[in-house]
């Protein structure tokens, strides 16, 4: 397979002025995510009137770091943080086979790209929310208890 200069595909991406007024310069930008986690809960597929459905599930990832002076492998306590993540499933045929299998406690892979939006909640407050829109899901186990061990 013939691959380009590292230099020409990074050129695509850089915003690049030339002397002249008139040149026309196009910028390209990127919103790209990967996350590895297991699901939080079994997906929802949901259909609003007029609009294609959408299959909806959490995801949690992990942070973790050692606390204190310690050096690497020595004693110090072990933190970790969580953060769940809105999943949302557009594409017809990968919206299908993420409801149909994927369960809570299931290890999975999602690329994707993060949306931020608005909407009003039911009691007329307005409410921000944050997604990622799904491109690819990646099953890693099915979240049995044979697959945490």
Do not use: C
Not at 90 to 117: A, H
């Amino acid at each position: 397979m013939w691959r380009r200069p590292a230099w020409q595909v990074l050129r695509q991406f850089v915003r690049h002025d030339s002397d002249t007024v008139t040149s026309l310069v196009l910028e390209r930008s990127m919103n790209r995510v990967q996350l590895l986690g297991r699901v939080g809960q079994d997906p929802i597929m949901r259909q609003v009137e007029g609009k294609n459905p959408v299959t909806i599930f959490s995801l949690a990832t992990n942070e973790m770091w050692r606390t204190g002076d310690s050096e690497v492998g020595q004693g110090g306590d072990i933190s970790q943080k969580t953060t769940w993540h809105r999943i949302s499933v557009f594409r017809p045929g990968l919206r299908d086979v993420t409801y149909q299998y994927v369960r809570k406690g299931s290890r999975i892979f999602v690329e994707g790209k993060i949306d931020y939006g608005e909407y009003t909640d039911k009691n007329n407050v307005r409410r921000q929310a944050t997604t990622i829109i799904a491109d690819n899901v990646i099953f890693l186990s099915d979240g049995s208890v044979r697959d945490k061990v």
